[in-house]
C-alpha cells in the first residue's frame, strides 16, 4: 500500500546532507575539465587516442563480462544444484577472490608468468576476482527458482543437461544479466589490475595525467567520459534487476536437494577447482612464498602500517555507517518527494570509480578544503562517498525486510516516529548495519588508487604499501603485507559470505 | 452506552480506486465490534485511518469524543490517538523479550508501576512464565495473547485487532480466539475487531458491521444478521445461502421447495433464500412434497451436506446429521423447516 507518510526533518535533513556532500566534489570534476572551455572539452574528447582508449576498455570489459557470466553461473549451479558433497564450505571458499584485491592477484600472476604482462593478463586477473558478483546473486535466485521444473522437462523427455539450458537458465537470466553489469561496472572501474598489468584503459591513463601534472583538464575530461560509461552500466542493472521470475502457484516451496547426475557434477567441479586454483590459490601461494624470500624484514613499519589501514578503514567504517544510516532508513520506509532525487543521487555515487571520485576530492579539497589537503579527512571523505552507496544498500535492504507493522504498533503506542526509529526501525536493522559497516572497512582496507591520490604524505597503508614495493619488484618486502592484506580482508568476508551462505543454502 | 469510536461519512480514494465510500461506524464502550467484509473491501485501510497512518479524504473521525481526523486533515497524530493495535502475526518487537514488549508503550518503563503493570497484564494472558523469553519462542497463540497484553498496557481508548488469527491453523485458531475474547471481556476493554472469516465474527463479537461495496452493509447482533439481513448481499456474505425462485403473497410464498413462509412481506417475482440447515428430509412425504436427485454428498463427521438436483434443473444444499446422509443416486423427499428470506 502507498505509504504517504513524509519524512520527519530530523531524518530528511541528515539524510540531505549525505546526498549533497557525496555529490559536491563532482561539481569541482566538471569545473576542472570546463577550465579551458567548451571546445577545449569537445575537442579532448573527441582525439583518436581517446577513442583508442575507449575501444581498449571496452574490448577488456567485454571479454571479462562474458567469462564472469559463464564461470559465475557454472560456479552457482555447481554450489546449489550439484550432488556435491559441502556445497556451503564450496560457496564460501568461491566467494572469497572478493578478499583478494586485484593489484595483488596481478601481481602475483606477473611473478608467475612476466609475459602475461598487458591485456591477457588483465583479463585473467579481473576474471578470478569478479565472478563472485555473478555467482551470489544467480546462486541466490536458483535457491527461489522451482526445482521441480527440471523434473518436469526430464519428465517429458528433455535430457538434464538439455533441461537446464531450457528451463533453469531461463529463471535465473535477470540474475546473470544483473551479476554481469555488475563485472562491467567493476572492470571499468578496476584501477590495481590494469594497472600493474601496464595496460593502457580509462582508470590507469586518468591516474597518469593527473601525476603528470601539467594538465589536469585531461584527468578531468576523461573521469567525464568515464562517469558517462559507468552511468550507462548503472542504468541499465537497474532494468534489468527490475525482472524477475516469479514461481508460477501457490503451495510451500520445496527446496533443491536434488541428485544430480554426476556426468554434469564432475564437469562443474573441475570449473570450480580451477577457479578456486587460479583465483585463490595464484595469490595466497605466491604471497606466502614472497614472505619465505624475504631476508630482512622491517615489523616495526609492518605493525604501524597494519595499524594505519584499520584506523584509516574504522574512520571510514564509522562515517560511512553514520551518514547512510538516515538516507538507508529514508528510501525503505519514507516514500515522498526528496526519495527519487535521493536515490537518483545514491546510484549516481555508486557509478562512480574510485579514481574519478579521487580526483574530484582532490579539485574540491584545492579550491575550498585546502587546510584538509591531504589530511585524514580529506581522505576518509573520499572513501566515504565511494562506499556510501553500498552501505545505504545494506541498510535499506535490512530495513525493508523487517514489517512496516512493528512501527506501526509503536506509533499506536504512543511513542513518536524519530522515537519509533531509534527503538524499533534500527535495532532490527542492525545486522544489516553491521554487514554495511564490515563492507565499507574492507573496502577502504583494500581501496588502492584513492588512498593513493588522497592519503597524507608519509602515510602508508598496507594498499600503498603493496603498491610500492610491487612496482620495483621487491618481492621480498612485499610478502608480509600481501598476507597481512589478505588475512584482514578474509575476515569480513568470511562473515559476510557465511551470511550470504546462510540465506543461500539452508 | 458511550460511544468509543464513532466514522462519519469516512470516504477514501487510493489514485482514484474508491475504497471506503462514506462509511459509518460506531463501537460501543466495552463491546466487542467486529468488522466483517470479504478481502479487497477497505477494511485495512479503515483500520489504518482510525490509527492515524492514513487520513480520510473526507469524513470525521472521533474516538472518545475527541475528533482526532476530519475531512483530510489529521488532528491527532497516531501516538496519541490512544488507539492499541494488535496487526495480523501480532508483530511482536523480536529484538525484545515478552516483557519488554508489554513494557514497550508504557511511560518510565523501568518503574516499579510499568513493572507490576506488565506483571498483571502477563497474568492476564496467562504468561507470566514467558516473561523473559523472546518471540521467537513462543508458538503463534502465545505469540498473540502477547500482542493483545502490549495493546492493552497504555489503557487504549480502543484495542483494534487486523485479522489476528490469519496465519493460525484451523484447529488452533479456535481455541486462541477463545482465549482472547475472554481477556478482552475480563479487561473490559473496547475492541473493534476486523475479519473476513464469518464464523469468527458470528461467534466472538457483540456486535458485527458488515463491509460490502465499500460501505457499512448492515451493523447489528450475530443474530440479527442472520436470521434478518437487511439485503440479498449480506444474507449470502453472514452464512451459507441457498437461492430458489418464488413467487410471494404477503408472509406466503411458492416455490420449487413448496410453500414457504417468509420472515418480511413481499409481493411478486422473488429470489427467496434459505439456510442448508433449514432443509430437512421428508419422512411422511405426500404427492405435493417437492423431491430431488442426491447428486453429491459430502461428510463432515459430526454432520454432512447433500446436493440435491430438483426437477426443475435447480441444485439445493442441505445440511443433516451425519447418520442420516442419504446415498449418491437415490431420490429424497425435502421440507423447508422455519421461515425464508424474500428479496425482490
Redesign the interface.
Known amino acids: 500500500?502507498?505509504?504517504?507518510?513524509r519524512a520527519p526533518l530530523a531524518l530528511a535533513a541528515p539524510a540531505m546532507v549525505a546526498v549533497v556532500v557525496s555529490l559536491v566534489p563532482l561539481v569541482y570534476l566538471i569545473n576542472t575539465s570546463l577550465q579551458r572551455g567548451v571546445q577545449q572539452l569537445i575537442d579532448e574528447i573527441f582525439v583518436s587516442r581517446t577513442a583508442t582508449l575507449v575501444m581498449r576498455s571496452l574490448a577488456l570489459t567485454v571479454v571479462v563480462t562474458v567469462a564472469c557470466a559463464v564461470l559465475g553461473t557454472i560456479n552457482a549451479w555447481f554450489v546449489v544444484r550439484s550432488s556435491a558433497p559441502l556445497r556451503p564450505l564450496w560457496l564460501m571458499l568461491l566467494a572469497m577472490p572478493l578478499a583478494i584485491p586485484s593489484y595483488l592477484s596481478a601481481f602475483a600472476w606477473i611473478t608467475w608468468i612476466p609475459s602475461l604482462n598487458g591485456y591477457f593478463g588483465a583479463a585473467i586477473v579481473l576474471t578470478l576476482a569478479s565472478y563472485p558478483y555473478v555467482m551470489l546473486p544467480v546462486a541466490a535466485m536458483l535457491r527461489g527458482a522451482d526445482p521441480q521444473l527440471e523434473d518436469v522437462a526430464q519428465s517429458l523427455g528433455v535430457s538434464p543437461l538439455r533441461s537446464i539450458t531450457r528451463v533453469t537458465l531461463r529463471q535465473v537470466s535477470p540474475a546473470i544479466w544483473a551479476g554481469s553489469l555488475l563485472v562491467a561496472l567493476y572492470v571499468v572501474s578496476d584501477f590495481g589490475a590494469v594497472a600493474t598489468m601496464r595496460l593502457e584503459t580509462f582508470t590507469w591513463v586518468i591516474y597518469g595525467a593527473y601525476r603528470a601534472g601539467f594538465n589536469p583538464t585531461r584527468a578531468a575530461t576523461l573521469s567525464l567520459v568515464l562517469i558517462g560509461v559507468a552511468l550507462l552500466l548503472v542504468v541499465l542493472e537497474r532494468r534489468v534487476r527490475g525482472r524477475t521470475v516469479q514461481r508460477v502457484g501457490s503451495g510451500s516451496a520445496r527446496h533443491a536437494v536434488r541428485q544430480s547426475p554426476l556426468s554434469l557434477t564432475l564437469p562443474a567441479m573441475a570449473v570450480a577447482i580451477t577457479s578456486l586454483g587460479f583465483g585463490i590459490g595464484v595469490p595466497v601461494i605466491s604471497s606466502i612464498s614472497w614472505t619465505r624470500s624475504s631476508g630482512f624484514v622491517d615489523w616495526a613499519e609492518v605493525w604501524s602500517t597494519i595499524a594505519a589501514s584499520f584506523g584509516v578503514g574504522a574512520l571510514t567504517g564509522l562515517a560511512t555507517v553514520l551518514l547512510a544510516l538516515p538516507v538507508g532508513i529514508l528510501l525503505a520506509r519514507f516514500k515522498g518527494r526528496l526519495n527519487g532525487f535521493t536515490e537518483g543521487a545514491v546510484y549516481v555515487t555508486h557509478s562512480l570509480p574510485g579514481i574519478v571520485i579521487a580526483l574530484s576530492v582532490v579539485y574540491f579539497g584545492i579550491s575550498i578544503a585546502r587546510p584538509f589537503y591531504q589530511q585524514i579527512p580529506l581522505l576518509v571523505f573520499g572513501q566515504m562517498i565511494i562506499f556510501l552507496p553500498l552501505v545505504v544498500g545494506s541498510v535499506r535492504t535490512s530495513i525493508e525486510q523487517s514489517?512496516p507493522?512493528?512501527e506501526?504498533?509503536?506509533?499506536?503506542?504512543?511513542?513518536?516516529?524519530m522515537k519509533t526509529i531509534f527503538?524499533?526501525t534500527i535495532?532490527?536493522a542492525?545486522p544489516g548495519i553491521a554487514a554495511g559497516g564490515a563492507l565499507a572497512v574492507l573496502g577502504a582496507v583494500k581501496e588502492l588508487p584513492t588512498t593513493l591520490i588522497l592519503r597524507p604524505t608519509g602515510l602508508d597503508t598496507l594498499a600503498t604499501s603493496i603498491w610500492k614495493y610491487s612496482s620495483v619488484s621487491d618481492f621480498g618486502a612485499i610478502g608480509p603485507y600481501a598476507v597481512a592484506l589478505m588475512l584482514l580482508a578474509a575476515l569480513p568476508t568470511a562473515v559476510l559470505s557465511t551470511v550470504t551462505v546462510l540465506r543461500v543454502i539452508k | 452506552m458511550t460511544t468509543a469510536l464513532e466514522l462519519t461519512g469516512v470516504t477514501h480514494a487510493f489514485d482514484n480506486a474508491v475504497v471506503l465510500d462514506d462509511v459509518n461506524l460506531f463501537v460501543t464502550e466495552g463491546k466487542i465490534t467486529a468488522l466483517l467484509g470479504p478481502s479487497g473491501v477497505g477494511k485495512t485501510t479503515l483500520l489504518r485511518i482510525i490509527c492515524g497512518f492514513e487520513t480520510p479524504q473526507q469524513g470525521t473521525v472521533n474516538i472518545c469524543g475527541r475528533v482526532v481526523a476530519h475531512d483530510g486533515t489529521s488532528i491527532v497524530t497516531p501516538e496519541h490517538r490512544g488507539v492499541g493495535l494488535v496487526p495480523q502475526e501480532g508483530a511482536l518487537f523480536p529484538h525484545l523479550t515478552v516483557a519488554e514488549n508489554v513494557a514497550f508503550g508504557l511511560k518510565r518503563r523501568r518503574s516499579s508501576q510499568a513493572r507490576s503493570r506488565v506483571q498483571e497484564l502477563l497474568h492476564l494472558v496467562d504468561l507470566e512464565s514467558c516473561a523473559d523469553r523472546h518471540p521467537a519462542e513462543l508458538s503463534g497463540g502465545m505469540q498473540q495473547r502477547v500482542a493483545l497484553a502490549r495493546a492493552l498496557a497504555p489503557n487504549p481508548a480502543i484495542v483494534l485487532l487486523d485479522e489476528p488469527f490469519a496465519s493460525l491453523d484451523a484447529a488452533l485458531r479456535v481455541v486462541v480466539r477463545t482465549e482472547i475474547v475472554e481477556v478482552i471481556h475480563r479487561s473490559k476493554a473496547t475492541a473493534l475487531w476486523v475479519t473476513h472469516d464469518q464464523q469468527e465474527a458470528l461467534s466472538c463479537a457483540d456486535d458485527v458491521a458488515v463491509l460490502l461495496g465499500h460501505q457499512v452493509a448492515q451493523h447489528g447482533t450475530p443474530v440479527d444478521l442472520y436470521r434478518s439481513p437487511n439485503s440479498r448481499a449480506v444474507a449470502e456474505f453472514v452464512g451459507e445461502a441457498v437461492r430458489v425462485k418464488g413467487v410471494a403473497r404477503g408472509l406466503d410464498a411458492t416455490s420449487v421447495l413448496g410453500d414457504i413462509s417468509l420472515v418480511t412481506a413481499q409481493h411478486g417475482n422473488v429470489t427467496l433464500i434459505v439456510r442448508p440447515e433449514q432443509i430437512e428430509l421428508e419422512d411422511q412425504p405426500n404427492q405435493t412434497t417437492p423431491r430431488g436427485e442426491v447428486i453429491a454428498s459430502r461428510f463432515y463427521g459430526h454432520d454432512g451436506e447433500i446436493d440435491v438436483r430438483l426437477p426443475t434443473g435447480d441444485v439445493v444444499v442441505a445440511r443433516l446429521h451425519a447418520r442420516l446422509l442419504p446415498a449418491v443416486g437415490s431420490v429424497v423427499a425435502l421440507r423447508v423447516n422455519g421461515q425464508a428470506l424474500a428479496f425482490a
Open positions: 500500500m502507498a505509504r504517504l507518510l514489517r507493522a512493528y506501526d504498533v509503536a506509533r499506536s503506542l504512543g511513542i513518536s516516529r527503538r524499533v535495532p532490527l542492525i
